[in-house]
């Protein structure tokens, strides 16, 4: 996978209705990591939602943006699922999967109402889902001797790290992730701060949400 210093996206999922001239509309919205879980996740929904009229979507699972897609889902082409991934794409959100559940009311929207609906019903439900910044982190593992443990500790998370676990062997080995971007200055801080008595092993890079 491309590795890239950050990218938006939701987290969780959320769920918001709204009436639009008596049609009733539900949108839920989900972070997805690939096509697969983007298309799992429409199943899923279209599936709960059986018996609406439409099931519109639309999805960008790559973070650099690659492979987006949508569908009208029986509404009329261009008036759901693109405006629907344009709301996607100007608020800069991937790996996130929108799907608009529209159950028909009885009165006609229009091609202009039916974008300015499915577009807004999404906007909306953006605008209260949970947005993360997704970092990229580097976690290591450091070591010292038992004598230097508190030092280690503390210096851990006065230089800005988050400890992932503690273990205790014939050294005091801890696990700690720190944004890639602050990954250096963070290792020459505690290095310093033990007086270079401690080792360091590079264990893995990923992404992390942080709120925003």
Sequence with gaps: MIMIDKYYSVTGECVTRKIIEKSKFITTSRH?????????????????????????????PDITGNFPRFSDD??????????????LKNKNLVQTAVVVT???????????????????CTAENLAVARIAEFQVCAESMLSCDYPLADALLRGITEHGASVVRVEYSDRVNAVVAVKKSEEEKFLNGIINRLNGRLEVNKIREYYFPFEI
């Design 32 to 60: 997805v990591e690939s096509e697969e879980q983007a298309r799992e996740f429409i199943t899923k929904i279209s599936k709960k939602y059986s018996d609406a009229t439409h099931n519109c979507h639309a999805y960008i």
């Design 74 to 87: 029986g509404e009329p082409q261009g008036t759901a699922g693109m405006p629907m991934l344009e709301v």
């Design 102 to 120: 529209r159950y028909f009311g009885g009165v006609k929207l229009g091609a202009g109402g039916l974008v300015r609906a499915y577009s807004g």
